[in-house]
């Protein structure tokens, strides 16, 4: 069985930046993705990244973020700088493509 613990979120600032971390234990994962929910919205792609760190970002988020995983700590971040209010969402990190497993998701909150 795979967990996935998300943690770093927070209040922010436009512009400020934060790092958000997910510890996965139970198997190694070849493809971890960033997904985010607004409130009100669908679940969308945040960006993903291989074993290989193969990276992929959703245009909204292009220049602005970074994912990044250390695989043999099991884990995998986003580093989100430039952070704008339309960003203010729950972010989650999932097993990609199958996304049968989720964690209990991080809020990030942007405003001033």
């Known amino acids: 069985q795979v967990q996935l613990v998300e943690s770093g979120g927070g209040l922010v600032q436009p512009g400020g930046s934060l790092r958000l971390s997910c510890a996965a234990s139970?198997?190694?994962?070849?493809?971890m993705g960033w997904y985010r929910q607004a409130p009100g919205k669908e679940r969308e792609l945040v960006a993903t990244?291989?074993?290989?760190?193969?990276?992929n970002y959703a245009d909204s988020v292009k220049g602005r973020f970074t994912i990044s995983r250390d695989n043999g700590e099991n884990t995998v971040y986003l580093q989100m700088n430039s952070l704008k209010p339309e960003d203010t969402a729950v972010y989650y990190c999932?097993?990609?493509?199958?996304?049968?497993?989720w964690g209990q998701g991080t809020q990030v909150t942007v405003s001033s």
């Open positions: 990244i291989t074993r290989g760190n193969s990276t």
């Open positions: 999932t097993n990609d493509p199958r996304r049968n497993y």
């Open positions: 139970g198997s190694s994962i070849n493809v």
